[in-house]
């Protein structure tokens, strides 16, 4: 009975937001709609459909790249944009998946250094724990005894 209510909740829901979506007129998005399913039908799978709301999210979506690139655009002092200036702003998405995969090497690597630091510490901590006994290593009391300056009052004060 419950499976029944919350089935028929997600339908009003998704019927709601359908609705929602349907209301946005053409005008409002920065592309022609058309246009951006027609290349969505191109690159997906012919078995795919796609909902409206889909369709509009994918426009906007398309349209806040656009906007960002020209952001950066204009953040070159010329009045004239070029090729490369373009190739610039849009490296990132251009490149996306190179730039996961460099960050994905570079949390390995980190790992990894951080693997070579706890090891570093546990061998720090077992060889130069202090024993309880009184013998020492001979160069640890060498170093003890000779090496460390004892302080004066005059030093003291400064």
């Known amino acids: 009975m419950e499976e029944e209510n919350s089935t028929e909740e997600n339908e009003e829901t998704e019927e709601q937001i359908t609705e929602t979506v349907e209301e946005v007129p053409d005008d409002d998005l920065p592309f022609a709609k058309a246009e951006v399913v027609r290349l969505m039908k191109e690159n997906l799978d012919s078995d795919k459909m796609i909902r409206e709301r889909v369709k509009v999210e994918m426009n906007r979506f398309l349209g806040d790249v656009l906007q960002n690139v020209c952001k950066q655009l204009n953040d070159y002092p010329y009045t004239t944009i ?22 994905e090497r570079i949390l390995l690597h980190l790992d990894a250094i951080k693997a070579d630091c706890d090891a570093l510490a546990m061998d ?26 004892e302080e004066t009052e005059d030093e003291e004060e400064y």
Request: aromatic share 10%; charged share 40%.
């Open 124 to 149: 720090v901590k077992r060889t130069m724990k202090l024993k309880d006994v009184e013998e020492e290593d001979e160069d640890f009391a060498e170093f003890s005894s000779s090496n460390i300056p």
């Open 82 to 103: 070029e090729y490369e200036m373009l190739k610039e702003s849009t490296y990132a998405y251009n490149n996306i998946t190179r730039i996961n995969k460099e960050k």
